[in-house]
């Protein structure tokens, strides 16, 4: 028998959900352009759009909130969670940020000059979007098993060293200011990059004078897959991995808004003295007083908290297990999604989920408004929509993955919402001939995926025909 394990907390405070019923999701959803960014939580019974932010305080966090030192200047909040950085990421040098992307301007602003090369294992949009505005290009140097959503690769993150090598050969390493290397990869998926991979990206650039800055973002979730796959660190505490993993960078930019698990906040850590004291004018100039950065005292209290949460090794466990326990199940029922399941995230395939569809009919957009109108449970497109169009030709860009990103926010939800979310998946998947396609009825010229507007394309207006359904 296999023994079941369940949260690693208990409820002490608790928020009420809406369980609409399917006539007024239905309203919702018309409401809404059939396009989930655009429904109000309010109307959302399990919201699995995005883990960003979105993660529960723990009691000692909250009670910490009374404790901040809101000074303008020497804050105490803020030498607390300096000394937690240097003492759980192991980095001489840290500056607070309102978001992981205020770290990423000011990183990118300093170490980019016009012409530059920036490699990395996939982009993530706005670390790209701040190395493209100084001028550098991003050069994708992922293994080509990223790209395949078919592919079980225990480390799908991992840089591809020939591809890596191949970049510094033909733009030369004075045109390379640092390798930005993610642990782990969003965009693919959550996937994670083996401790052997970042030791030899940093042997190689370092054998070249290129630096090494990684996106820490998810790196929590990537040292538990370390200890779960990687030869020798079954036994080690996930703090004393995450602590080897980071060795082997000169600094990183976070986003406290995952990993650190609050709700907003981030910072830029390094270890050369002269790039800390150029970034500390930046800061000032974009984020505030170095002592806060767009922090409040009281933010900067609770993530020097979750800082050390996080790499509690029970903690992070559950939080890898509860996403597999809503992929596996799905796997079980034969319903396609991405493999293997990543740290955050559970992709649906909305190609083989819905082949009746033509990628112009949007399957994974009307996919994700089918789950709502199913179950109140919110997803997003991660397709065709999200990829926009050709800025040359105007046609749209056809993407190969056609997903649905079933997100899953931190210590928020329980094992049973999981399960919630797998039954209503699996109901669609046995009506799935039913589910029809959308138009779009209004594009917007950027990210159109936030505010695009959509119908059914079927005479009768209805995107699954079983109108009768009620949530409970
Ligand atoms: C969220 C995220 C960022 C940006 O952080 P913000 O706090 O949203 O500004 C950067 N990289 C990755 C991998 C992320 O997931």
């Given amino acids: 028998m296999v023994r079941r394990t369940a949260e690693p907390y208990k409820i002490k405070s608790v928020e009420t ?30 919201d699995l759009l995005t883990d960003s932010g979105t993660t529960a305080m723990s009691d000692a966090q909250w009670g910490a909130l009374m404790t901040g030192d809101e000074a303008y200047a020497g804050s105490k909040s803020w030498k607390k969670l300096e000394e937690t950085v240097r003492e759980v990421y192991g980095y001489r040098y840290v500056l607070p940020t309102h978001q992981g992307r205020g770290a990423e301007n000011i990183l990118s602003q300093l170490k980019i000059k016009d012409g530059d090369f920036i490699p990395g294992n996939m982009y993530f949009t706005t670390t790209r979007a701040h190395q493209e505005m100084n001028g550098a290009k991003f050069v994708d140097v992922i293994i080509d098993e990223a790209h395949d959503p ?5 480390f799908k993150g991992n840089i591809d060293l020939t591809k890596l090598q191949k970049v510094i050969d033909d733009v030369g390493a004075e045109n390379i200011p640092y390798v930005c290397l993610a642990v782990t990869v969003n965009l693919a998926g959550g996937q994670p990059v083996s401790m052997e991979n970042m030791k030899d990206v940093y042997s190689l ?8 800055f990684l996106d820490a973002t998810r790196c929590v979730e990537n040292a538990y897959f370390i200890k779960e796959r990687e030869d020798g660190f079954a036994d080690k505490k996930i703090a004393a991995i995450l602590k080897e993993m980071l060795s082997y960078s000169d600094g990183c930019t976070m986003s406290g808004k995952k990993d650190c698990l ?8 390094m270890n050369d003295e002269e790039l800390y004291i150029r970034s ?7 984020e505030g007083m170095p002592s806060y950065g767009g922090m409040a005292g009281r933010d900067m209290e609770a993530m020097a908290i979750g800082i050390r949460e996080a790499v509690d090794d029970h903690y992070i466990e559950h ?9 596996d199940q799905l796997i079980d029922a ?7 399941i990543g740290g955050h995230a559970v992709f649906l395939d909305a190609r083989k989920f819905l082949p009746h569809l033509k990628q112009e009919d949007f399957p994974a957009q009307a996919l994700a408004a089918a789950l709502y109108l199913d179950s109140g449970v919110r997803s997003m497109e991660r397709g065709i929509i999200s990829a926009g169009r050709n800025i040359e030709t105007g046609e749209n860009n056809t993407p190969k993955l056609e997903l649905v990103r079933l997100t899953i926010p931190r210590r928020v939800y329980t094992n049973n919402h999981m399960n919630v979310v797998v039954d209503s998946i699996i109901d669609l998947f046995n009506k799935r001939d039913e589910i029809c396609g959308l138009q779009m009825d209004y594009e917007p010229p950027t990210l159109r995926f936030f505010n695009a507007r959509f119908s059914p394309l079927s005479k009768s207006g209805k995107l699954i025909s079983k109108e009768n359904k009620t949530m409970n």
């Fill in 205 to 212: 650039c370092k054998s070249n004078g290129i630096d090494v």
């Fill in 319 to 327: 939080r890898i297990q509860q996403v597999r326990h809503l992929g």
């Fill in 262 to 269: 609050v709700n907003i906040g981030g910072f830029l850590a």
């Fill in 334 to 340: 034969g319903i396609p999604i991405v493999l293997p």
């Fill in 150 to 154: 078919n592919v079980n690769h225990p």
């Fill in 17 to 46: 959900l809406a369980m609409l019923s399917y006539d007024e999701r239905k309203e919702a959803l018309i409401k809404a352009g059939y396009n989930t960014f655009l429904i109000d939580s309010a109307d959302v019974y399990i």
């Fill in 280 to 286: 500390r004018e930046l800061v000032v100039v974009y």
